[in-house]
């Protein structure tokens, strides 16, 4: 015979205890059972898991509220609206300021050119009195072409612009361009080096500019090498880091989008096996893997809308 009771934990406020109840752990249950008898079954492994939704275990070996966000793990599961808009073929690079969309064509190199042009389009996101899909024209300047752009909370879209030691800024009130020196320089998409030239692939949480490769220093697809800035700090280099490759050893053959969410990272890979792969924002760590609906959709990249989550 076993006594329990229990209670709430949220950070370092418990809740009242409960009344005290007793159990006994019983290997089977006589038929019929008593009239009083309450039945709960478990297996062994789940009371020593303790990563429900929402709870984490704490340092006493409780129960506590998580103090992370759920991740939000983009699929055709857990997709609330979509809509289609007409007339934007090719558009592979996406930002979104909360209010609009803005999306131009996707260019790597002259071996596979996409429809589209390099001039931005806002389109309604149906937040913040826009109507949803509509084509509110295009930014007034055109961008370098590329593979990556992203919204930042100063107001301002960055878009790569194939130097590895800048990045173009425009402005979505006017239109209008201008250049933004990134000191400590870019990882390149592909090789992970900080070279003078090439795609880099980026995307902001809100505070902080992520910019991944699919290789790390050891070499070619051996690691996503990850660099983070800070804007707002004169583009400091705050940290860097190599997020471990697949159980192959390898990045995907092609990493060609990623999403921050202000804790963990997104990489989105096209064609193969069309996986997403999540990791720790901090340290690049592996925390999940899953396989997106690029069939349907062909997603490709994207930003996480922080000021509507």
């Known amino acids: 015979l076993l006594f329990w009771r229990s209670r709430l934990l949220d950070g370092g406020n418990p809740g009242p205890w409960t009344e005290t109840l007793t159990f006994r752990a019983l290997s089977g249950l006589a038929d019929p059972a008593p009239d009083d008898t309450r039945i709960w079954r478990q297996a062994g492994l789940q009371l020593l898991r303790g990563d429900t939704e929402d709870l984490e275990l704490a340092g006493d070996g409780g129960l506590r509220v998580s103090t992370y966000s759920s991740p939000f793990r983009p699929s055709s599961r857990t997709r609330e609206s979509g809509f289609t808009v007409r007339g934007l073929g090719g558009a592979g690079v996406l930002a979104t300021d909360g209010t609009y969309l803005y999306a131009k064509r996707w260019f790597n190199d002259d071996t596979t050119v996409y429809p589209g042009t390099d001039f931005f389009t806002r389109i309604g996101t149906g937040f913040n009195g826009t109507v949803e899909d509509h084509n509110y024209g295009l930014l007034a300047d055109s961008t370098p072409a590329g593979i990556s752009a992203t919204y930042h909370s100063d107001g301002f ?153």
């Open 157 to 309: 879209i960055y878009s790569e612009s194939g130097h590895g030691f800048e990045l173009e800024r425009i402005s979505p009130e006017t239109g209008k361009l201008d250049t933004v020196a990134v000191p400590d320089g870019l990882l390149e998409w592909k090789l992970g080096r900080v070279d003078s030239l090439g795609h880099s692939l980026i995307t902001s949480d809100g505070r902080y500019i992520y910019n991944v490769s699919m290789s790390s220093p050891i070499g070619s697809r051996t690691g996503w090498g990850v660099r983070v800035f800070d804007p707002a700090d004169g583009w400091r280099l705050v940290r860097e880091f190599v997020s471990p490759p697949t159980e192959t050893g390898f990045t995907f053959e092609w990493t060609d989008g990623i999403v921050a969410d202000g804790e963990r990272l997104y990489f989105i890979e096209f064609s193969g096996r069309r996986r997403i792969r999540m990791v720790d924002a901090e340290d690049g760590r592996f925390l999940d893997e899953w396989t997106s609906d690029q069939d349907t959709t062909r997603i490709i990249s994207g930003q996480y809308d922080w000021i509507n989550n």
